[in-house]
């Protein structure tokens, strides 16, 4: 071939390829274009507006409002022509277990100076994860422990040279990076602040019994999150030894009573700040308490409920987009509502489960790798159906590119920007930009990092086994209203309706910010469908090492 020839092919060949690749990105942004359409406001509004319906008694496992809840999921999906995503069904059972603590009415802690008498509800409450009729903590020793803290690579140990074998550790909420900004990653909440840790680390210290100090600001919801949380029966994966290896007692207590602790035994407030320092040794306050605790137990079988949309060209990899379907059920009546119908958080993960599945089916462009709907159990509970799906996988971890969670959308109405939960983990996030940039958006870090959100929702079971995910949440620059207005919303849903009954469908006056973060969540994972790469953790993620291990 000469070298006309030569030129003539090549530049044909450029322009075959170059015609070829713009006829693909066009199809793929009309693909986009028609399905991101499908997500409206009246579809969006139908399924919050059922799923958060009295209808649905507050959606708690192992009641009427399971059966309903993961039916209607199951029925839309089938609907929609998705196909069962567990073999030929709809549904993964989670084995667990329902216990109904029943804690003494008073909690006494004594020494010999006298006593400090803690009223359960009000000032503490407590339960037991151990699958016992009765369980008692007797003339336990208390222990103020810090942050209930072990952290090597932070060379941090809160019990270090410490036995709490038969003893009680009274311990602080969130990590020493709320307090100074040089500990830890400072105002970014780490694994170690979350209450489920310091349970987790206490029984591995073998700890008769834990109480965390609650106080607000660190733990980033009042009181009654916590009183209206343990006041229930709560829910557990079902374990082979029946937990006998937690402590015997986990519980909190108010700053009030933790307080009233230290003058009793004498020690200053100042301890409080003392355990912020490294180097920080435990103390003994020579006080002790008991505690017995009845349960009303109950095995039984929740479900998560999967659905999937096969790959057109690479069916084998799969993308899974979350959201849990769990709330709290029937319980204490405040201002005169009972029912936790649990609308935003998280039947707008739902309804925004339901309007991707529906965009990705109407798309004329299939995916080329299939897509996973999952809405999880127990998420309120402790991230229960999700830590199951994590050790039963439907679909393999190694071929699973990412995770892509939902969870109380659309607090601050339509925004200017959208809210990245543990910004800087993942290249999930550079997706989540660009798709926000086609919005005319941007993406901004948690504007209160300190409440360790990345952590506190189901995508952190898939992070836990190497899964890059994508958490958001609501932005806060209201498009009408502004920032400071948008971070008002977000305060007031907190402080007024989260956990509670007040969190309705009624009380909730604009989705716009709800559909348009839902848009942007199905540009997300339409372009990773389409690709052939798999997308990383970034330097520095705790997670990244677990990720690569298992893609070898």
Not at 401 to 425: E, H, P, R, S
Request: hydrophobic fraction near 40%; glycine fraction near 8%; charge should be neutral.
């Amino acid at each position: 071939m000469n070298k006309t020839m030569l030129c003539l092919a090549i530049a044909g060949f450029c322009f075959t390829a170059c015609q070829q690749n713009e006829n693909s990105t066009t199809a793929a942004a009309l693909a986009d274009s028609v399905a991101i359409k499908a997500i409206s406001d009246s579809g969006f509004t139908k399924h919050l507006s059922t799923l958060a319906s009295d209808d649905f008694q507050g959606r708690k496992p192992f009641t009427i409002g399971e059966t309903k809840s993961i039916n209607y999921l199951k029925d839309e999906f089938s609907k929609l022509g998705l196909k069962p995503g567990n073999g030929d069904s709809y549904f993964q059972q989670v084995p667990m277990v329902d216990i109904m603590s029943s804690p003494d009415n008073k909690m006494v802690f004594k020494g010999a100076n006298g006593s400090v008498t803690a009223t359960y509800l009000e000032d503490f409450v407590a339960a037991t994860k151990r699958v016992q009729p009765v369980v008692n903590l007797v003339k336990s020793p208390l222990v103020f422990a810090g942050y209930g803290i072990v952290a090597p690579e932070y060379n941090w140990n809160d019990y270090a040279g410490l036995d709490v074998k038969g003893k009680t550790v009274v311990v602080m909420i969130n990590d020493p990076g709320f307090a100074d900004s040089t500990l830890f990653k400072g105002e970014n909440m780490t694994y170690y602040g979350r209450w489920t840790y310091k349970f987790e680390e206490a029984a591995r210290q073998g700890a008769a019994g834990i109480l965390i100090i609650h106080d607000t600001a660190p733990a980033a919801y009042p009181w009654a999150v916590v009183r209206s949380g343990w006041s229930k029966s709560r829910l557990q994966l079902e374990e082979k030894d029946n937990n006998i290896s937690r402590a015997i007692v986990e519980g909190w207590i108010s700053l009030d009573i933790a307080r009233q602790l230290l003058k009793l035994s004498g020690q200053p407030e100042t301890l409080f700040t003392d355990a912020r320092k490294k180097g920080f040794k435990a103390v003994d306050l020579k006080l002790t308490t008991s505690l017995t605790i009845k349960n009303k137990i109950k095995k039984s079988v929740s479900n998560n409920v999967v659905a999937v949309l096969p790959g057109s060209k690479r069916p084998e990899e799969c993308l899974i987009y979350s959201a849990h379907w769990d709330h709290l059920g029937i319980g204490e009546p405040v201002k005169g509502d009972s029912i936790y119908n649990g609308a935003v958080d998280n039947a707008t993960g739902l309804a925004a489960l339901l309007e991707i599945a529906a965009a990705f089916q109407q798309s004329p462009k299939k995916p080329e790798r299939s897509i996973v709907f999952v809405s999880f159990t127990g998420e309120e509970q402790g991230l229960l159906g999700s830590e199951y799906y994590a050790k039963h996988p439907v679909f393999p971890v190694n071929k699973t590119i990412a995770d892509i969670n939902m969870d109380m959308m659309g607090l601050a109405g339509k925004t200017k920007d959208i809210v990245i939960f543990g910004y800087g983990q993942s290249e999930l996030e550079d997706y989540a930009l660009s798709s926000a940039e086609k919005q005319g958006r941007v993406t901004v870090k948690d504007p209160v990092p300190s409440s360790g959100l990345y952590y506190r929702s189901d995508h952190f079971n898939f992070a836990k086994v190497g899964i890059p995910s994508l958490f958001i949440g609501s932005g806060t620059d209201n498009i009408t209203h502004g920032k400071e207005w948008g971070l008002q919303q977000s305060a007031d849903f907190i402080k007024a309706r989260y956990h509670s009954p007040q969190d309705n469908f009624s009380a909730i006056t604009d989705i716009s910010g709800m559909v348009e973060d839902t848009r942007l969540l199905f540009d997300v994972g339409y372009r990773i469908s389409n690709e052939s790469t798999f997308p990383n953790w970034k330097k520095g993620s705790e997670f990244m090492a677990t990720r690569e291990k298992s893609l070898k």
